[in-house]
């Protein structure tokens, strides 16, 4: 596996990217990934373990990019530096897939509207892991987490009320949701994020993009990026939609 670094300077910053790619010769797919952090921590240094899964595993180029943090740099400063790592990529592999944690899967999905509407980078497929998508906070459950804690992180991220409007901040308020490519979402038995993620999968199905879900028992909502039967359920997700391949089966047992 080879480890390299890089950066971006988008809007006077400075984004880091860390990608991983497989020892394979020939041209590969790419697939960003976004670290989560509730959107005001977290860095490309904590996602080693699902970006090295992946890449070995779709095969892929995976790049981890280290988005700009709130309070300092609220919405939309993040989906933009996903936007324009989501440029370079695009530049440098195909097809390209997008990938996230918590915050990291809501500016996954930020991405994929952004791009729809600016006409590109094209993506062909997204899975998210556990993601916030609900800045109102109606639809949690009752597992592990903190909606206090979810609270604190959405007003550092959208500071001013009438974001929390905004589609691509709600996503699960969005009427627009068609056009966005294949997605698979993990969802975390007892996570208190669970019942958003999975309301965000039936909204899709509804727009007719073709979706799958996967929920996993005996893991928390932090454990989910590392969960390897998650990650296997990702890296077969983005074989199949970003290199054809038949589905592994036989890493999800």
Wanted: hydrophobic content about 45%; some cysteine.
């Amino acid at each position: 596996m080879e480890r390299s670094r890089t950066s971006l300077r988008v809007e006077g910053r400075e984004v880091p990217l860390c990608l991983y790619r497989p020892a394979l010769s020939g041209p590969l797919p790419g697939v960003l990934y976004f670290h989560g952090g509730g959107f005001t921590s977290g860095s490309v240094e904590d996602v080693e373990v699902p970006a090295m899964a992946l890449a070995e595993s779709i095969p892929a180029l995976v790049v981890a990019v280290g988005y700009a943090l709130a309070p300092a740099h609220p919405f939309p400063a993040a989906v933009e530096d996903a936007h324009a790592a989501a440029l370079w990529l695009a530049e440098r592999a195909g097809p390209l897939g997008v990938a996230g944690h918590d915050a990291g899967g809501h500016v996954a999905v930020s991405l994929t509207l952004l791009a729809r509407d600016r006409g590109g980078p094209e993506i062909a497929a997204q899975a998210l892991l556990g993601p916030m998508l609900d800045p109102s906070l109606t639809r949690v459950g009752d597992g592990e987490g903190s909606v206090t804690d979810c609270a604190r992180c959405y007003r550092a991220y959208l500071p001013e009320a009438a974001l929390r409007l905004h589609p691509y901040a709600a996503p699960l308020e969005s009427r627009r949701l068609g056009r966005l490519p294949p997605i698979m979402i993990a969802t975390a038995q007892n996570d208190v994020l669970r019942p958003e993620a999975e309301s965000y999968a039936a909204r899709l199905i509804d727009a007719g993009v073709p979706t799958e879900v996967t929920r996993f028992a005996g893991v928390s909502h932090a454990g989910l990026a590392q969960h390897a039967p998650a990650l296997a359920a990702a890296a077969d997700f983005f074989r199949r939609r970003l290199t054809g391949a038949h589905p592994d089966t036989s890493s999800h047992r």
